[in-house]
């Protein structure tokens, strides 16, 4: 695992931007060779798809022929929904790049049978060849996805109800009014996730110090859903100071030694 140390959210978001675009790039994308690129929401990635519009609107990077998966998406609420994350994907980040509309792949939350639809994620995804480079970001428990605590570390495209935990920290998208947060999510699984050629997860802020610290320092367990990312051979971590706080100074210091 890399794990990558940043003094704060600009810079880790920045880092995290260069690295997509310059794998993007290196992969050179055409109509019949695309790349796929697995995407979060959050808080946390938002600085990450300011800075790849940006660089977009710069011609560093098309994502033309980019095709994308998002990890998740609440049951029960419409495309249209402001806190869906469709609308939030295509407010942040889609509306402002060339990606084609049909490359957009999101779980429909409002699916009659949504078995069928995760069972159908998980083909459309082997049908494009697996993802390239899936970016996430965790929960303060740990999470990967909605993959809450507990989540079988092979896990795939499913149902899974959240936590009062996830619910209460997510109330702040809806007005803080607990009742309106959806209880059930669909979410890709964290085998999944670990099928991508490559990961990388972002944190930032001292809520997130204890989810690394069990990530990184931590056994592999379900209870640290994020703690898997060890068995992954491309594995990254991009963290900020504060999120790192937790770790030993040795763990620190070797990673930052290892990155010069
Ligand atoms: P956040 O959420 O980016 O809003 O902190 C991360 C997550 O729950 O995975």
Not at 1 to 29: C, G, H, L, Q, T
Not at 33 to 45: H, N, W
Not at 121 to 129: H, L, N, P, T, V
Not at 245 to 260: A, G, N, R
Request: contains cysteine; aromatic residues 10%.
């Amino acid at each position: 695992m890399r794990v990558i140390i940043k003094p704060d959210y600009e810079s880790v978001s920045a880092w995290a931007a260069e690295y997509i675009v310059s794998k993007i790039n290196a992969f050179a994308p055409t109509e019949n060779k695309k790349f796929v690129l697995g995407l979060p929401t959050g808080s946390t990635p938002l600085g990450v798809y300011r800075e790849l519009i940006k660089m977009y609107k710069e011609g560093k990077v098309s994502f033309e022929n980019v095709i994308t998966f998002n990890m998740d998406e609440y049951v029960g609420l419409p495309a249209d929904h402001p806190q869906s994350y469709h609308y939030f994907m295509f407010e942040n980040f889609f509306n402002h790049i060339d990606i084609k509309k049909e490359n957009i792949h999101i779980l429909d939350g409002m699916a009659k049978d949504a078995q069928l639809e995760c069972e159908n994620y998980e083909k459309a995804i082997a049908g494009c060849g697996g993802i390239d480079l899936f970016l996430g970001g965790i929960g303060e428990d740990g999470h990967i996805a909605f993959n809450e605590p507990f989540s079988s570390l092979t896990s795939r495209t499913r149902i899974k109800t959240l936590t009062s935990d996830t619910i209460k920290v997510n109330s702040r998208f809806f007005d803080y009014d607990i009742s309106k947060v959806p209880t059930r999510a669909m979410t890709v699984g964290v085998g999944t996730i670990m099928d991508a050629k490559e990961v990388i997860i972002l944190a930032n802020g001292v809520k997130k110090a204890k989810a690394i610290y069990h990530g990184i320092e931590g056994a592999v367990s379900h209870k640290w859903t994020i703690s898997v990312l060890q068995n992954h051979q491309h594995g990254i971590i991009v963290c900020d100071n504060e999120a790192a706080s937790e770790l030993e100074p040795d763990t620190i210091k070797y990673f930052k030694d290892i990155e010069k």
